[in-house]
């Protein structure tokens, strides 16, 4: 039996009535185990502002995207006034904040996915997805799901079109079905591509997840994805791991039990060379994606919370696969076999969001119970740069859900903090 286990964290807020705050440049101080010529003042601050204009609230932000000129963030935990915001990415000006006119989200907190499209911004809301011009914020259209049952939290989109998920509702909060559905970005016309039901799987509640568009050698079009399934009457979790060609509009292959935990990241599936990579809650399966032939399986070193491999995602670069754990460990794959090339043990846990630029790996971590963004070298997998935010003065601030986003033209990493959204000039060099 495999028990599933769910960490709530509740964070309490703080006020302060400053208006704006200094830039303040990151300290240049070797670490441990880092290569001192790398941290030097090219990693300078450009310019931050505060989240809510004219004032210092204190709030969590999440989904931080880059597109089209913009950056923007869902803002947590403070109502529904401007929940999404975007900022010039040259100028750090505020562009549009948006509200939801329906009044059908609570607040920032439920939107659990975004998303984005030719130039649009697309929200999801469990059963609510909405379409936001990127230009000025404001609605194109939205869709409620909830006639037809209850929406899942997240979405996925590619290639302008959006996947969804939804159950048809029962009185238990039972279900019996799960739809895969996708539609055009430009116009809310939704088609239902497969269903997947309790009853064929032995009484696992079935979940869609991790969609991802794969173009296969026969130029068909296959849609990989994950069906996160629960059978709560017996406490067990199953993964199934699925190609479905949306071409032939039939299975092409399925692997039954996939992750040994019976648990899994929700990340999207990465795709490189034929293969596909996928994230189980301790393992890394590379898999043949034309035929879903088991190439290999990574297993963490352990099996308990800190090995946890469900908070991030993975990223292919320079022929590594790059693995980060909840715990401060970070690991470089060799894709061909799954054997380990480096590790590192001391950079930051629980992490947000992998990314990478000009041989280093980055991301967003806590080291010491605080929010940190951390780099490393993605040949030697040394950590060479870690920067605590430089509003630190202020109470409880660190950077935390907003994870990063990099410009690769410009070298320029945006994020937020729990006050101010900041755009960091990178090394090119």
Known sequence: ??????????????????????????????????DSSEVDNQYQVLWQTSIVPGELNWGLTRHGTLHNGHYSLVRMFRGTENMVQAWDIESGTKVWGWDDPTASLLDGSSIAALGVGDNQIVL??????????????????QTDVRPAGDGNPRLWVENEFIFHTHQESTSNNDYENEHLVVSSVQTPAWDTLLIISKTANNGYLPSIESTKLWRHPNRDQIILFQNRQWNFSIGDGKIDLY????????????????????????????????????????????????????IWQWQTPGTNGEHFLDRDNIVYVENKIIVKPSNDNLYALNPDNGQVIWKNEEGGSSPTGLTHYNGKVYYTGIDWGQGKIFAHDITTGLKVWEFTTPNDELSDNYFS?????????????????NYYVMCIQLPKD
């Not at 309490?12 to 880092?34: G, K, M, N, R, T």
């Not at 032939?248 to 293969?275: C, F, H, K, Q």
């Open 1 to 34: 039996m495999r028990i599933i286990s769910i960490l709530i964290v509740i964070y309490f807020s703080a006020c302060h009535s400053d208006d704006f705050l200094p830039i303040v440049e990151p300290p240049q101080a070797c670490l441990v185990d880092c």
């Open 124 to 141: 999801g809301g469990w059963s609510d997805v909405i379409i936001l011009s990127n230009e000025d914020g404001n609605t194109l259209w």
């Open 243 to 294: 190609a479905y060609n949306w071409s032939a509009d039939s299975i092409l292959w399925r692997i039954d039990d996939v992750a040994p935990s019976g648990n899994s990241s929700v990340s999207t599936i990465l795709t490189e060379g034929g293969r596909l990579f996928f994230l189980g809650a301790h393992t890394v399966s590379c898999i043949n994606a034309a035929n879903g032939d088991l």
């Open 401 to 417: 859900s907003a994870g990063i986003q990099i410009d690769p033209t410009s070298g320029r990493l945006y994020t937020a903090d």
